[in-house]
């Protein structure tokens, strides 16, 4: 076990968190997170400053303050399993697959490409910016014979995703961006709920999930896990792959809302009103058509906290760019990093941009929760891809001695029976439902 630790140190700042508290964060055992990049120091500090967020927000509701926090300490083998869930899924017995065959590195003609297209329509718009079929020989050829930035934006302007590797560190981002409100944030449920013994402490909070694929779904079972009401909601035409959800839906409910028919509409709307939290998920814009803006919501609901996440981070050039942790990894230069002997660029032992990003957002949703509530908070993969390759102190070394075994358990769900990893946190109360099945409403408190 270990005392002071300089990127706990770093994210419980950025968080906003009182001088000094990051101290009583300890970590015990072997890490398996080893790679060029200190990736093992990135996610134990993720995961630490969110442990420490819901101790402060368990002292506060029982009437203390941040100082009253009780020092945690987290096992670095339940975070290395952890920030590899999807790799220990198991639905029935089978193994999901995480990447689809259209989806990796390719040459181009002056360097490589990153492609993404594990969602058919991505892989669609994919081949049709290449004027290919959709096998993996005929993109090969076709992007071999294109310049690698050229390709990236062909295929952007096509709907695809498509991203040239960078030599370089993408432009700088902040780990978070906290917009606060005007301090008339409700507590949830009073401090008594939570003196209960056996309450935990985020016991009655209310979050509504507007969040897609990785980070922001860990961000949302993580608040599940510590005790929150956690209803995801999706528009019926976007659906997700079920293996996705079966890894990231445990602690939550899934619902479907088409917010262009007026009744459904109007129950997002009853939604709003009794949630305490919105985590966001989509890129800079895409929910502001429908005024579900972040600082939308708080000019019409001042006492949420909301916090969202988006790819390229909220300024910039790529700001409303789609992006997932692949992409963002190949245009930061981690990609070019990681690369083998050979060249081809390679990858961190976790996408630990999405896993580091998720805790950080949970952690910075519980750390507002302990303020009183009422704020915007902003996160973003190339935040904490900046934060990895910049600041971020340590060698990324593993540590001898780590298994998963100790941190994986079974789990029924709405997809049969699941083999799966556990939380850092804890036991999740149920497995997934399945996407979508569930009904829309809040839970009595």
Known sequence: MTSEDGATAQAWEALGGADGLAGRVGYRGPSGLEGPLPVRELAR??????????AELAAVRAGGTA?????????????ATAFVSERHLRVAGRAPVSFAPLSGFWRAADGWVRTHANYPHHEAALVRALGVPATAD????????????????????????AVAVAAEYGEP??????????GRGRRVQGPAAVAEPGRLPAAGVRVLDLTRVIAGPVATRTLGVLGADV?????????????AYADTGFGKRSALLDLARSEDRAVLEGLLDGADVVVTGYRPGALERFGLGGEELLERRPGLVVAELCAWGWRGPWAARRGFDSLVQAGYGIAARCAGEDGMPGVLPAQALDHGTGYLVAAGVLRALAEGGGGLLRFSLAGTASWLLREVPGAGAGTPGYGAEPWLREADSGYGALRHA????????????RWGSDRAVWLPR
């Open 45 to 54: 500090a993720a995961v630490g400053v969110c442990a420490l967020a819901a």
């Open 67 to 79: 100082w009253d926090a009780a020092p945690v300490v987290v096992d670095e083998g339940a975070v």
């Open 138 to 161: 005929a993109v090969r050829g076709a992007l071999a014979e294109r310049g690698a930035v050229e390709a990236q934006e062909l295929v952007y302007g096509h709907g695809g995703l």
């Open 173 to 182: 981002q902040p780990l978070v961006e906290w917009i606060r409100g005007d």
């Open 231 to 243: 209803l995801r909601v999706d528009a019926p035409g976007l659906p997700e792959a079920d293996d």
């Open 422 to 433: 556990a939380s850092p946190f804890g036991e999740w109360r149920r497995g997934p439902s």
